[in-house]
């Protein structure tokens, strides 16, 4: 059983900080580098499932073309 995660008042206002919420990726040529690696992405503290949500939900969000 996936454990859901708890957000704090510092991720809400995190979240109010950046429209992209907390958990920010540059939309930078790095950025596709490792998401093509399939990198951990260890810094942003997500679980699995967290993580292959948040990198589709990135990759739907941000066009490749613009680098």
């Given at each position: 059983m996936t454990k859901e995660k708890v957000y704090t008042i510092?991720?809400?206002l995190?979240?109010?900080e950046s429209p992209n919420g907390p958990n920010k990726l540059e939309n930078n040529k790095e950025?596709?580098?490792?998401i093509g690696n399939k990198d951990d992405f260890?810094?942003?503290g997500l679980e699995k499932g967290e993580l292959?949500?948040?990198i589709a939900d990135f990759v739907a969000e941000n066009s490749?073309?613009?680098i």
């Open positions: 510092d991720d809400l995190a979240a109010l950025t596709w580098r490792r260890d810094e942003l292959e949500q948040f490749y073309e613009n």
